[in-house]
């Protein structure tokens, strides 16, 4: 579909971006307890994860402005107690088990929500038929 003239089409989102105060720290978390793929670093600001096509970016904060948590990433899982139990054995704290969000016609969905180390929440998502 094209976009009316004088109007831009947006695409899909290629980068997310979560505040991290302990770079090295942040990274290890991302990389060994969650299994994402490190893409690349750019000392000593940043670093750039794979998830799924979606770029994931960890970065001091520029300013006293943008210093505070970020959104929470949802991350979409299969099996959420399968998930659930192999991350929290490589250490990672979760503030719940997995528990059902709502029931839609077609599928449930469940959630099960942690931090990383710099205190910004992530969840799983998993969606039963």
């Known amino acids: ?21 302990d770079l090295p720290r942040a990274v290890a978390f991302y990389r060994d307890a969650l299994g994402l793929r490190l893409l690349f670093e750019a000392p000593p600001k940043m670093a750039f994860f794979d998830c799924a096509g979606v770029r994931l970016m960890l970065s001091l904060p520029e300013s006293a402005e943008y210093d505070h948590p970020g959104s929470v990433l949802y991350f979409r899982v299969d099996d959420i107690v399968s998930a659930h139990a192999a991350l929290a054995a490589r250490g990672v704290p979760f503030a719940d088990t997995p528990h059902l969000v709502a029931k839609l016609p077609d599928h449930e969905l469940w959630m099960t929500f942690f931090r990383d180390t710099e205190g910004n929440t992530l969840a799983l998502m998993s969606e039963r038929r």
């Open 1 to 21: 579909m094209t976009a009316p003239p004088g109007t831009i089409g947006l695409g899909a989102i290629g980068q997310l971006a979560m505040n991290a105060h």
